[in-house]
Each structure stands twice: as structure tokens, then as C-alpha cells.
């Protein structure tokens, strides 16, 4: 039976209801904390309307209490979504990756609905969250920042008595990639801006110029939001502390559709007549990505044992990743169907062997005992750590800093992969065979992704069809006419 008790204001004027229902004793004698809701009449009901409302109310709570459908649903939204991610980051739900990725996406959601309980929490609220992201002004590193003079700054740096980049990234607490960045007058965050200037006593406007960006969220960055929030109110939901979840009940924005950009015959041809001018390690790196369709971290993740030069193949078991709080790291590839065989052509296997005799062995007798034996096939050649893996961003960086040399389309790890699988679909290779080359967890997603390839592949082959079909017209001295010349007119 549900308890019931009055809650008044301090002139003894009921203003809400409190009903309880027992949840019994533990075997050791000691009460269960009791289910609790709190119900608050209008102010134009009756006596007799809020006695039957309020006895109504409190056999339907019963009800929910003893089809377990009823939870302590008062913790607020952030505190519960700490509590979601630490227990699914414990049972390897999340990678650390991801992980750092959602807690850099809940800082805006807490904002709009960390206050509120997960039991109060409702579509409404969650459709207002998503037209707030979409406004201006919403970015949380909204503040970039461009150095005037990359020749100044490492001045400064030489003056202030630092005899490498890579020592004063470590006193700024920066990456030596990101003040590459920043020397390089690249965009960089306001924030690493501030620690480069503090690290060599100076104002952050002195040497840098600020710019803001108030462009809104994109609705892509707005859904992401939209599946953590539902990811964490779906655990209410299981865990019983709320009776569906408002988040499949919301409407965040669709998804903006974008080609994935590949590159063309004539593009792939000058990109490796331009790998040959560069050192070994750089020209392995970008055929393997071009070549296997591999992720960034899975290629940089490749250790030696992976190649097997008999059968011409390499094993994709494992990836290198990067997160701000762990630095990098190694776990498996992104799915399950990314572990995987992936067949090598002769050439590759040739210039893989050519790398390995005349650059990788050379630099590990040169190194000696400073050589980090970690037996990955691309790792640094200078610095504290030659032989240790290399850091997933300096493949991104050459790969900009090489398209821009030798003039070519901007080039990123990514685009190999795209390039990898429309050259197999124009090939003639079936979706699934594509889809287990690329790692991809069904056929459905490579068929998402690319679904503009299959489109133009289609509009190719109907133009080559035509063009044949004309051709053998000509040759055999058949006119070919449209079908409405040949049709006779009754």
C-alpha cells in the first residue's frame, strides 16, 4: 500500500504530495531505501478533485513499483552520465578514444540538460538542446590563433635558451607536432596559443593573432550529440530508472550527406611519380595507404610479423590511436571485421623489402643501443625514442606537407582509403569483397559511403554500353535512329 503524506508552505497550505512505496528488507532485517514520487495538484482542482487525482496517482506508482518499473530516476543527467561512462569504459564498451571523444562532447550537453533529472528529462528538452547547438557562437575552442612570424617565434625560443623544438614543446607541455603547427602559421586552439606564449614570458597577442569562430555546430556534430544522450538515457531505461527513453522519441537534425573524395587515375599516377622523390619510409607509408584502403592507425600500427612475404599478404590486428590524456596508444581495429588478411600486390611487397634493407636495418645499426625495439615497420628515425612507433598525427602532417610540395590535390590518410575502394568498385569487385577489404562491419556501410562511386561507376558504364553499342552500329553501316523515327504511325 502506497504511503501518502502532505507537504505544506510555511503558512500550512498544502502545495504537493509525497508518495512512498515499501521495497521490503534486505535478509539481514535492514528497509530498503522506498521508491518516492512527488505530485503537485493544479491550483483550480478541488478537494474532491485532488483526492481522487491524488489516490489515482499513487495506485499507478504502486503499480510501476511492483512491475519494476519504477527507479530513483532524481539523479541529475551529468551525474548519471559520469556514472554511465565509467562502467561501460570498465567493461570495454568504450575505447579510451571514444571515451575522450564523449566527455569533450558532454561539457555543451551538461550545460543545456546536466541539471536536469533523468526522470524529468523529456523530448521537448532534448529538441531545445539540439536547435541551441545549432546557433552561432557555440564552439568550445571557438578561439583560434595564427603566429605572426614562425622565424620570430624560434627566435624567442633560442633566446629563452632552448636548444630544440622538441625540448621547448615539453617545458610548454605541448606535442612537438603542434608547435610545428603553430611555427608553421597554422591554425592552432587559443589555449595551446596561451601556453607557447606563457612558456616564453610573453603576451599571447604579441605573438599570435587571434581570430574567433562563430560558425554553428554542424548537424553531423549535433547528432553525435544526440547518440550520447540517448546512449546514456537508454541505460536508465535498462537499469528501470525511467520508462522510455526521450531520446527515440526526439528529432535531431539529419545528417548532412558528403561524398567521400577519392582520386582520379591521372591523380593516383602523379602521387606516386612524386613518391618516388621522397625517402624511403615516406614513399612505403603512402603506398601501403593507397594500396590496402588500411586506416591511419591500422597501417602505423603494422609491426613486422604482420608481413608475410611468402603469401604477399599483410594481418591487420591491431591499430595505434591517439587521445590528449593517454598520448598514443595500441588497441584492436575499430570492428571486428577489421581484423583481417589483406593480399599484397608483387611491387608492394618488393618496395617493402627495398625499405627494410636500405633504410629501416641501416637506421637500427645506426641507433644501437638507443634503439627502441618495438618492431613496428614505421617508427621515428630521430628524437629520444628512435625505433618506437610513430605519433598517428605525423602521417596526416606529411601527407599535407607533400601534397603542397609537389603541388598536387590536398592530401589526407583518409582519401587513400576512399581512392582504394572506388578503384576496386570500378574494378568490378562485389560490395562485400570490398567491404571485407576495407574493414567495414557490413556490407551496408561501405554501400553508405559510397553509394556516389556505385552511381558514377553505373553512369560510366552506361556511356562505355552506348559507346560500344554504337560503335559496333558504324562498323556494321547500321544507322542507328531514336525510337520515335522508327516507331510507323498508324
Known sequence: MANISARRNKDGKIISYRIRVSQGYTATGVRVKMHEMTWKPSPNMTERQIEKELHRQATLFEEQCRNGLAGDGRQKFEEYAAYVLEIKAKSGDLRPH???RYKELLVRINQGIGHLKISDIRPQHLNMLYDELSQEGLRKNGRKAVIKDGDHLLQLIRKAGFTSREKFAKYAKIAVITYRNAEAGKNIDFSTAKKISSALGVRTEEIFNIKVDATPLSAKTIKEHHRIIHMIL?????ELLIPFNPASRSKPPKDEKTEADY?????????LQAAEKVPLKWRTLLHLLLVTGGRRGEVLGLTWDN???EHHTIHIEKALYYTKEMVVYMDKPKTKKSVRYIKLPEQTIELIKLYRDEYYLPLKEACGSQWNNSNFLFVQDSGKNPGQHMHPDSATQYCDDFSKKF??????????RHTSASVLYFAGMDIVSISNHLGHASPSTTQNIYAHVMAEAESRAAECMGELLLSAARKSGTNVKPASETINPK
Open 98 to 100: 571514444t571515451l575522450s
Open 307 to 309: 608481413i608475410n612475404f
Open 234 to 238: 537508454h541505460q536508465a531505461e535498462c
Open 407 to 416: 603541388g598536387l590535390k590536398h592530401i589526407h590518410p583518409h582519401a587513400f
Open 263 to 271: 582520386f582520379e587515375a591521372n591523380e593516383i599516377a602523379d602521387i
